[in-house]
């Protein structure tokens, strides 16, 4: 504890007399100075025990002093020091009251006492209080090293809220609550995501003050992490603002948790490698091999059912959102211990995920977010610079191969219909139909059709009609006519019309078909 001036009332040595302020003996003491000017509020920080002589002052006038005790209370002078037998006999009735109406403690200094022994039993008592603060944080220092050799990264947070008095977290590159000690801090933890998602907007290393009334306590966050982008952050809660020990034990939490975070990484980049070469053999039809080379790593991932997802993006910012989906999947698939494979290739990701795991879930749901940001106009966003993600049905390793196309099929019509996500289960179960509506589709039925459609136009016929008709009823004759309301006999010489314009033949099953689509095509416009 640093000095106050209860401490120096009861120094033997310094055989001081409080005369006012009795009750606010407990104050710290910054510093002690020496001044005699009239006004010394301009050469004062605020902390200060003042001493003084009056050697310049009325100390007999009650305005006068009210007005010097007034001015050093409002600049942040915790108590004054008035030597008597020096200017004054004993000190003046007007000092003691004025100090008693402003609440300023006053202490009497007696004659054989000097100001100097004063400012040295401040001076020693300081460097005193920094001594035990840097001693308890060498102190700290080692114990959280030893519990993070130990027990990693949890026994460092209980051993820091130990230290601080209070609680301490640590969150993942999503944002999410890893650990958290004790225990009941982890609720806690959890509401400051935002905060901490606004922290990991900044560059690393950031750190950010958190409180008010509607927290309950201060919490301080800071980025963990050598790169651009922060890996993780730790929050740490206390009643009240860190000391000196308490801020060399925040510190020395920060750079071991960042030492983890980044051997984290570095073991993470072998496992991407571990992970592109199981993929690459899965790929090739060699499951066998990749059980082998997966090992106890990606092994139980390859024994269940699993999804295959692969994402894209350009080169202009939604190339971090591949980064960005890369954490999301692999934190979401930590929490619940479920094994996840994750292997980047340039502007692609490919990830293989067990199947209804939260890791897919977490997939959709930040595909889902993308997607309503896409939906705010923005000038300087192209569709090449879009993130757009396709997932597999469930499959197994014998049929990567399969997953995988199915994956760049559902990617491909994500980025054909302007999506973002797309599952290619969605594709299997539901219409044709939707496909119609690309660009290139419906210029080849424009194309198709277009004789028609102007041969209509000049009022010498209804082809169109007849001939959609005709085949919406498979050719048959008699159906066909009572649709339109005419006889068969003008039907069939429609249909002789639509063949001599479009240079084809209503026999062939394949002319048929791509009538039949070009009608469907240009009627979703």
């Known amino acids: 504890m640093p000095p106050t001036l209860a401490s120096l009332v009861n120094h033997s040595a310094l055989k001081l007399t409080v005369r006012a302020g009795e009750d606010r003996l407990d104050v710290p003491v910054r510093w002690a100075h020496v001044s005699e000017l009239a006004d010394p509020v301009p050469y004062m920080e605020g902390g200060e025990l003042l001493l003084i002589t009056a050697l310049k002052l009325d100390a007999e006038d009650p305005e006068a002093m009210l007005r010097y005790v007034r001015r050093l209370a409002g600049a942040g002078v915790v108590g004054l020091g008035f030597a008597v037998g020096v200017n004054y006999e004993q000190t003046p009735q007007a000092l003691v009251d004025a100090c008693a109406q402003e609440g300023l403690p006053l202490l009497e200094v007696p004659r054989r006492t000097p100001f100097l022994a004063i400012s040295k039993a401040v001076s020693a008592a300081i460097a005193a209080d920094q001594y035990r603060a840097v001693t308890a944080g060498f102190a700290a220092q080692r114990e959280l090293t030893k519990q993070a050799l130990n027990t990693g990264p949890e026994g460092v947070l209980t051993a820091l809220a130990a230290q601080v008095d209070g609680w301490a977290a ?68 206390t009643a009240a603002a860190l000391g000196t020990a308490e801020r060399y034990a925040v510190h020395s939490a920060i750079a071991l948790l960042t030492l983890t975070t980044e051997r984290s990484r570095s073991l993470h980049a072998a496992e991407q490698r571990v992970g592109t070469a199981v993929l690459r053999m899965l790929l090739a039809g060699q499951p066998d091999h990749a059980r082998a080379v997966a090992g106890d790593l990606y092994g139980g991932l390859l024994d269940a059912p699993f999804r295959m997802i692969v994402a894209e ?14 954490e999301t999947v ?59 993600v396709g997932l597999s049905a469930p499959s197994g390793p014998i049929a990567a191969a399969a997953a995988y196309k199915q994956a760049e099929q559902a990617l491909s019509v994500a980025r054909r219909r302007g999506r973002v996500f797309v599952e290619h289960e969605q594709l299997a179960a539901g219409s044709v139909l939707p496909l119609l509506a690309d660009d290139a589709v419906r210029a080849f039925a424009d194309g198709l059709l277009r004789a028609l459609y102007e041969h209509d136009a000049t009022g010498r016929g209804d082809l169109v009609a007849s001939l959609r008709a005709w085949l919406s009823r498979h050719g048959q004759w008699d159906a066909a006519a009572a649709d339109l309301g005419v006889h068969r006999h003008t039907l069939r010489y429609r249909m002789r019309r639509v063949e001599e314009i479009l240079g084809r033949s209503l026999d062939d099953p394949d002319v048929r078909m791509e009538l039949w689509l070009a009608l469907k095509a240009t009627a979703t416009d």
């Open 313 to 326: 993006s350009g080169s202009g910012p939604a190339g971090e959102a591949l980064s960005e989906l890369a």
């Open 330 to 388: 692999e934190s979401a698939a930590a929490r619940s211990g479920e094994a996840v494979l994750v292997v980047p290739e340039g502007e692609r990701l490919v990830v293989l995920a067990g199947d209804e795991g939260t890791a897919v879930a977490a997939c959709a749901a930040y595909a889902t977010a993308r997607e309503a940001e896409r939906a705010v106009p923005d000038q300087g966003r192209t569709d090449e610079d879009e993130l757009v």
């Open 170 to 237: 640590l969150y993942d590159a999503s944002g999410s609550v890893v650990a958290a000690a004790p225990e009941w801090a982890g609720r806690r933890a959890a509401r400051l995501t935002a905060e901490v998602e606004r922290l990991r907007e900044r560059a690393a290393p950031a750190s950010s003050v958190v409180g008010g009334p509607e927290h309950e306590d201060r919490v301080e966050l800071h980025s963990l992490g050598t790169g651009r982008r922060p890996r993780a952050a730790l929050a740490v809660g």
